[in-house]
């Protein structure tokens, strides 16, 4: 481990100037502790790619599992995570035998990990593999689908499939339509799901949907995948792959179930019981312009989002898009904990080093290459400070919190999340006992960094505390 204040020296310097964001950064400077057990790996999803359960799916907005055991042990007691992704926290607490609890706003994780602890609490999967196997069969029917069942595309998910793997997804719909269990449905649905871009002309990438140009869309850019499977050989390797599993699955995971809630945490965290949880794992969206929605737009596609549905899941998200619009006026008709948001609302309106981001950016604005930029900062403290302010509330006194966040900047202005985010923390009550740093950060993006020049922006694992007392504002 590196101490604090070698690391201080090294880091002491923004983008941009500010004494304000230098004033925040020597408040914690002692705290900024850079942690050589942490990797990129661990704080992200490339860990889970050989795991059981957590590899079936390609959720790339993750942690590993390993993170999350490690971090179990700071205490004993009930888990939360309000950003819960595939269900990684929920899941490995859960099969410790611990209450756990999981909130997750996209669709595709709750499906996902309700699909991974079914699987887990089954004593056997026999079942499954008779449904997996008369699925195969149903694809191999020569019976052309019905236009119900064709995949439901929108605007962004065109031309995303040959005709044979267009063919071939219909057949497994109108298969699971046909399905009388709904255990057995869910899993099957998320296999299918799940092999998606493994068939189609799509690859993710960061807040983009890349297209192959073998695609016949008008392309800029000029991308090849590679060999691309039929939908068919995916779709079996997937099943043999959650058959495999089952074994593992059992002993990792199936120490209990675990409460998955689909919504926002704006709206879920509010009808949690006050200091109800021992300790929070959660990694946030980061406010880093990445749109689920497009990132996942087959996913969301094959669960029937259509095109209003798309736009109002992306307004439902914790702002990170500059399409995103402010939530402040809902949220002051509308939240059900008004004594939260104005604590959040206080918490906000206190942090002076955000004032200074938000005021160089607005001086900046027709230099920016997006001005909602600005409204796209604003927005994510604002939403983020409500989530804290109700992790605060719902934490019992000695609990933690543990999140996984990082820097972000824009036009050359770094953007200092972790210290921000630390001291809307302890205005609501926390103590920042650690803010561990990755000893490898990120770069800027290129186009920044040929104006601005290379910065390492922090990548971080915050620990809170909460306060023995309470100090409520």
């Not at 790996?41 to 790339?60: E, I």
């Not at 998910?157 to 005709?163: I, L, N």
């Not at 980061?286 to 996913?299: G, H, K, V």
């Not at 604002?382 to 972000?408: F, I, S």
Request: some cysteine.
């Amino acid at each position: 481990m590196q101490g604090a204040s070698q690391f201080a020296k090294q880091q002491s310097r923004f983008v941009g100037s500010g004494s304000a964001r230098d004033n925040l950064y020597g408040r914690f400077e002692s705290r900024l502790v850079e942690r050589g057990d942490l990797s990129r790996r661990l704080v992200s999803y490339q860990a889970n790619k050989t795991q059981p359960g957590l590899r079936w799916f390609k959720y790339k907005e993750g942690f590993s599992r390993h993170l999350v055991r490690e971090a179990l042990t700071a205490c004993p007691g009930a888990v939360l995570d309000p950003f819960a992704g595939i269900g990684t926290t929920a899941l490995v607490a859960a099969g410790q035998g611990r209450r756990a609890t999981g909130i997750e706003i996209m669709p595709i994780g709750t499906r996902a990990a309700r699909a991974i602890s079914w699987v887990a609490n089954q004593p056997n999967p026999d079942a499954f593999k008779r449904a997996a196997s008369r699925l195969l069969r149903a694809l191999d029917d020569r019976l052309e689908p019905t236009d119900e069942n064709l995949f439901p595309h929108v605007p962004i998910t065109r031309h995303a499939f040959t005709e044979e793997t267009e063919a071939a997804i219909a057949k497994a719909r109108a298969f699971l339509r046909r399905m009388r269990s709904d255990e057995l449905r869910l899993v099957l649905d998320v296999a299918c799901m799940s092999v998606l871009e493994d068939a189609s002309f799509t690859r993710k990438d960061g807040q983009y949907l890349r297209w192959d140009n073998r695609c016949g869309r008008k392309l800029r850019g000029r991308m090849n995948k590679g060999p691309i499977p039929s939908y068919r050989g995916a779709l079996e390797r997937r099943l043999a792959e959650i058959v495999a599993d089952f074994p593992a699955l059992r002993h990792q995971y199936g120490g209990g179930t675990p409460s998955i809630a689909e919504g926002s945490a704006l709206v879920e965290l509010p009808k949690l019981p006050d200091a109800s949880m021992n300790l929070t794992i959660t990694s946030p969206p980061y406010a880093n312009r990445y749109d689920y929605t497009r990132t996942y737009a087959l996913e969301l596609a094959w669960l029937g989002y259509d095109r209003a549905a798309f736009g109002d899941l992306r307004q439902a998200l914790i702002s990170a898009t500059v399409e995103n619009r402010s939530k402040g006026q809902q949220l002051e008709r509308r939240y059900a904990r008004q004594d939260v948001l104005a604590q959040a609302n206080a918490a906000v309106a206190s942090q002076e080093a955000l004032a200074e981001v938000l005021d160089a950016l607005t001086a900046s604005r027709t230099e920016l290459s997006n001005p909602h930029v600005i409204r796209l900062v604003a927005n994510y403290f604002a939403e983020m400070a409500v989530v804290v302010a109700e992790l605060a509330r719902v934490t019992r006194p000695g609990g933690y919190v543990v999140m996984v966040n990082d820097n972000v900047q824009y036009h050359g202005e770094e953007v200092p999340v972790d210290v921000i985010l630390s001291a809307i923390a302890e205005d609501c009550g926390f103590v920042c006992e650690e803010i561990g740093v990755l000893p490898r950060g990120k770069g800027n993006a290129s186009q920044q960094m040929g104006r601005f020049g290379r910065r390492e922006l922090r990548k971080c694992v915050y620990r809170w505390r909460m306060a023995e007392r309470r100090h409520r504002g």
